[in-house]
């Protein structure tokens, strides 16, 4: 019995880490981020027709998500990946240069079209950039993609902010208690250590946040 009672808090903290886990893919991270840069942020969502903003949701879930998701199948299925989570480094290479590919396609498809505001362009950018250095670094150790996709959308809020001097500060605390979270939970389910969590993070935060602040993008 006592067994039972000390073993009792280890699983509850493994069921919570699970569930931020399975809540924060990194695969729902680009459109989550979108949502909140035009519903959250006053000065996006005035500047852009609905219709609009309908079509670049649509665009990234297509190449973000459904694309990639089908993807993932195909290797799946053929024996390329053994399991959903990517847990084996090797196995990570080639579905994520796949997937840049796709949210490439995205990036430009937005970057060609007039209807949107500039400053989306070095959001999407810099997410972009963040994840094809990820893909890099991953082919040589296992950096944390759940914490680079969670801190891009927190370093693209606070870059907005910062370049439309609009406060977000509710939005931009409860990210933050998100990516500390999901660090924790990475490293109590023992997917990565506590170095990778913060490699990951500080990529993803950096990547966005330096972008918009400083415009770059191509």
């Not at 959001?123 to 994840?131: A, V």
């Not at 250095?133 to 944390?144: D, L, P, V, Y």
């Not at 759940?146 to 902010?161: D, N, T, Y």
Request: hydrophobic share 50%; with cysteine; aromatic share 14%.
């Amino acid at each position: 019995m006592q067994l039972v009672e000390n073993n009792t808090p280890n699983k509850t903290l493994d069921l919570v880490a699970k569930i931020f886990s399975v809540a924060f893919q990194p695969i729902l991270m680009p459109i989550f981020c979108m949502v909140l840069v035009f519903e959250v942020n006053d000065y996006m969502n005035t500047n852009h027709e609905q219709d609009a903003k309908l079509m670049i949701y649509a665009l990234c879930m297509s190449f973000t998500i459904i694309l990639p998701i089908i993807v993932f199948g195909i290797f799946y299925k053929l024996g390329f990946v053994t399991d959903v989570n990517l847990t084996k480094r090797k196995e990570r290479v080639v579905p994520f240069f796949l997937s840049i590919l796709l949210f490439a396609t995205f990036y430009y498809l937005v970057r060609t079209d007039d209807s949107y505001n500039t400053l989306i362009h070095p959001i999407i950018f810099g997410c972009l950039f963040s994840t094809f250095i990820a893909n890099n670094i991953t082919m040589f150790w296992k950096i944390s993609i759940h914490c680079l996709g969670i801190s891009g959308v927190l370093g693209a809020i606070v870059g907005l902010a910062y370049m439309t001097e609009i406060s977000h500060t509710l939005l931009i605390t409860g990210l933050t208690v998100v990516v500390l979270f999901i660090g924790v939970s990475r490293v109590i389910l023992k997917r990565h250590t506590i170095a990778q969590v913060i490699a990951g993070t500080s990529l993803g935060f950096f990547g966005t946040f330096l972008s918009v602040i400083y415009g770059w993008y191509i």
